[in-house]
């Protein structure tokens, strides 16, 4: 027998402006798995992301957090599960790399508690795990992007929350750090947590999650495992784009056909 | 890191003693530290002892709490509006005050009216960007600096208008108050009061405000009340800055200056960025009043003068070593 969820998705339609209709998306998100999701520029799933993560209230329908629906959890406990990867990283201020990765004990701390020696161990340990060690005092206003987009997941790790959902993991990164972002991903489901990615690579998103769902621009979605999705029909109505279809050494590869 | 930041921290007290003794015995007639301890024991010259206890401690307490107010309100502002360019009055507030100020002025009352409908000015300001930003449902950082910089320059005109109206005897005095002045603060207990509760307030927020800093979504995903929070912001820097003008009129650059000299030293953490900012802009303050009244006593300058004079070539050599 599987597991209880994490995440439950029932009739849920996201708000999206200017979009009049959307077919509900209906499907759970279990210890273990991670969903890729993808579609063209636009198509919501930045909206979607923040609608799981109880950030924007859907149109209709819900999504439930362990059982219960999203918005009845309290703000923190909500973090406790429940870590987001922001597309864009906000730093006006000029704080270090490590009093960043540190903000993301939040919501393990009382409101007025200071943080502990093993909160920054922990911090310490993420910044670690992202070879980001060296940079641990300096300003996160002078970082490349692809260092601000590993700090990002280091904060995203220091939050220890089961369930990921990261939008556009890969951003910013080189190649070697596009696939250690995601076998920190892959790592963290194997350990029994789980994932939602929004994505635009395909053939890493084939290679690293085990379920998909393609959202269209007509509103439209459809969803299941990895190799039941992957169609070059199917890939090429999402995107709207001729493709061409590779196998490679048991993997299938889709590239644009120009 | 942050043992090094306390260490800084205690370093301040200190240096908080010192401008505050200089602002007491240096003045228009110097007093030597022999002979205010001869005042403190009930001895010593009536002239000093009428100086020192009735005109410059009073003045000296005003201005360091008015200083440590701005600068922390200066702090509070630009974390609200997620920009380092802000100060206390980016959001209207003391084109609110000096336009209730200036309005007691013209109809000749007393000054306590002046101080009573600066305070009700600086309210009236606060409560108009908040209800205008909050009214269009989607409050944003960007949307609240907007709604602020239209009714500030709002404000500016009507002060225009009465400036161009007013008797000219009247005009020194609202000039006065206009550009910021200690000589007719009235008391110290309630900037002193304000100061307190403030920091008693934010002190086991810091932590919260350090989180903020990474942005509203991405506070609310952490777990925090984001606009609970960012409310209780704006209120209390509008509070403390409504406290500050109303004592001493709108006194320019504390607020930017201190907060951003800090943070080079301090960092970015709040827990320590805030009573630092309270012990700088105090001590800023007085050593500001101090020169104010001496530099060409026994005729006194605005304080607003002598911080803009200071705070505008400050500011330009902390601009051009960040950009290096």
Request: net charge positive; charged share 10%.
């Amino acid at each position: 027998m599987k597991s209880a969820p994490f995440l439950e998705l029932k009739d849920l339609v996201m708000d999206i402006p200017n979009r009049t209709s959307g077919s509900p998306l209906n499907f759970q998100v279990h210890p273990g798995e991670c969903w890729g999701v993808l579609g063209p520029n636009g198509v919501g799933k930045t909206t979607l992301l923040l609608t799981l993560a109880g950030l924007l209230n859907p149109r209709q329908g819900k999504p439930l957090l362990k059982g219960q629906a999203i918005q009845q959890w309290s703000a923190r406990a909500r973090a406790r599960q429940l870590a987001v990867l922001f597309q864009q990283q906000q730093d006006a201020f000029p704080a270090s790399v490590l009093e960043t990765a540190l903000t993301s004990r939040h919501p393990h701390l009382k409101v007025w508690q200071r943080e502990t020696p093993e909160d920054w161990a922990l911090a310490r340990r993420s910044l670690l795990r992202l070879e980001l060690q060296a940079l641990e005092q300096r300003c996160v206003t002078t970082l490349s992007g692809g260092e601000r987009q590993r700090l990002a997941l280091a904060c995203l790790l220091t939050q220890q929350a089961p369930l990921w959902l990261l939008d556009e993991p890969t951003n910013h990164l080189d190649l070697h750090h596009q696939v250690s972002a995601l076998e920190l991903v892959k790592q963290h489901v194997e350990a029994g947590g789980a994932s939602l990615l929004a994505m635009h690579d395909v053939n890493l998103a084939s290679r690293f999650c085990t379920h998909l769902l393609l959202l269209y621009p007509d509103g439209s979605a459809c969803w299941g495992q990895k190799d039941q999705m992957l169609v070059l029909s199917a890939l090429e109505k999402l995107y709207q784009q001729p493709l061409t279809r590779l196998e490679h050494q048991g993997h299938l590869l889709f590239f644009p056909r120009i | 890191m942050s043992h090094q930041g306390y260490r800084l921290l205690y370093w301040l007290l200190p240096l908080a003693a010192l401008a505050l003794l200089t602002g007491l015995l240096v003045g228009s007639v110097q007093i030597s530290p022999g002979e205010a301890w001869a005042v403190l024991n009930g001895q010593g010259d009536p002239l000093h002892q009428t100086l020192l206890l009735e005109l410059r401690l009073p003045r000296v307490l005003a201005a360091f709490a008015v200083g440590g107010l701005l600068a922390i309100a200066g702090a509070l502002m630009q974390l609200l509006l997620r920009n380092p360019l802000a100060d206390p009055y980016v959001l209207g507030l003391s084109g609110g005050a000096a336009t209730g100020a200036l309005l007691a002025l013209l109809s000749g009352a007393g000054a306590i009216w002046v101080s009573g409908s600066a305070f009700i000015g600086a309210l009236v300001s606060t409560l108009l960007v908040f209800g205008l930003a909050r009214l269009s449902g989607n409050w944003n950082p960007l949307r609240l600096l907007l709604t602020g910089v239209v009714l500030a320059s709002g404000w500016g005109a009507m002060i225009s208008f009465m400036l161009a109206v007013s008797p000219s005897r009247e005009l020194p005095g609202m000039l006065y108050w206009l550009m910021g002045d200690l000589a007719y603060a009235q008391g110290f207990a309630l900037p002193w009061f304000t100061l307190l509760l403030v920091l008693l307030i934010l002190q086991p927020l810091g932590r919260s405000l350090n989180v903020l800093s990474r942005g509203s979504l991405q506070a609310a995903s952490l777990g925090m009340a984001v606009p609970r929070v960012e409310g209780l912001i704006y209120l209390l820097a509008a509070l403390m800055t409504a406290v500050a003008v109303t004592v001493a009129g709108s006194i320019g650059f504390v607020g930017l200056l201190v907060p951003h000299a800090l943070r080079l030293l301090f960092g970015y953490d709040q827990r320590l960025l805030l009573p630092a900012c309270a012990l700088a802009g105090g001590s800023l303050l007085v050593l500001a009043d101090t020169l104010a009244r001496t530099l060409l006593a026994p005729q006194q300058l605005p304080v607003g003068v002598i911080t803009a004079l200071i705070g505008v070539p400050a500011f330009l050599w902390l601009l051009s070593r960040r950009a290096t």
